[in-house]
Structure formats: C-alpha cells, structure tokens
C-alpha cells in the first residue's frame, strides 16, 4: 500500500465544535487493525490545525511522513504546558499510556503513521481544556469495522 498516494484509503474528517476554542481539521485513516489489541492508523493534519486535546491510553509509536507535527506536551496534573516541539519529516516517537498533549499541522500539514497498542481495549481520551474527559476512542467500533 502506497500511503502517499492511495486512493483507495477511507479517510475520516474530524472537526471541531463550540466546544473547542482552537481549529479543528485534520483526517483519519485506518491501515490495520488485530483483535489483540494493536491498530495502525494514517492521519492528516491541514495546515495550523490542530487534533483534539488528548491523552493517550495506549502505546503510541509514530512516524512523521510529510511536512511538520507540533507537539505540545502537558503536565496531567497541573496542566501546564511543558514542552513545545516540532517533530519533523523522518521523526520517530515512541510514547507510554498517559502522554498528555496537543499536536497541530505546521504550514504545510502533516502526514503521520501511528502505531498502538492497547491490552484493555482504549486507545484515547478527548479532554476538556480543564482535563475533563468529553469522550474516550476504544478499539471496539474500529474491529467492528474491520469484519465487514
């Protein structure tokens, strides 16, 4: 599979909502998905946009592919921002459950590979700016997809 260029891809828009105070646009492809819990997905970030607020609950590995992934870590318990990166074309990252953050498009977007792994069956939570959690993403509606 060509992922650069493969019109055969099923891409999922997300946006944002009056919820959110920052731009929401970026899209969702899903590569793979296994019952034991590991799931490979493709995203795109449009330029400046950001994914919603989030912390992760599984094993994130990722890979930037095009462009540039801003990524603003957070402290889980005071909510502080602590790190400003950008991860650039060729980056790799491995994260542990837990990792709290905001990652936007640069100028030109961003085209990354995420790898998870999740033993209990949740890969994400969307929070609120104040840490509430408004929505969990759990591997179930994924393999549900996967059989048909």
Not at 5 to 13: A, E, Q, V, Y
Not at 118 to 136: I, K, M
Request: glycine residues 8%; proline residues 5%.
């Amino acid at each position: 599979m060509n992922l650069y260029d493969n019109k055969d891809l099923r891409w999922k828009h997300h946006t944002g909502s009056d919820k959110f105070d920052y731009p929401i646009n970026f899209k969702s492809a899903l590569l793979n998905a296994r019952e034991d819990g590991h799931v490979d997905l493709l995203y795109w970030w449009e330029p400046n946009s950001y994914c919603h607020f989030h912390r992760h609950s599984a094993h994130t590995t990722s890979l930037v592919l095009k462009g540039e992934l801003h990524v603003i870590d957070v402290d889980p318990h005071t909510g502080e921002e602590l790190h400003n990166r950008i991860r650039t074309v060729g980056d790799y990252a491995h994260k542990e459950p837990g990792d709290v953050h905001m990652e936007r498009g640069g100028p030109d977007g961003a085209l990354v590979l995420f790898s998870l792994y999740t033993p209990d069956g949740l890969l994400a939570e969307t929070l609120a700016n104040d840490g509430r959690v408004l929505s969990q993403s759990t591997m179930a509606p994924i393999l549900a997809k996967v059989a048909n």
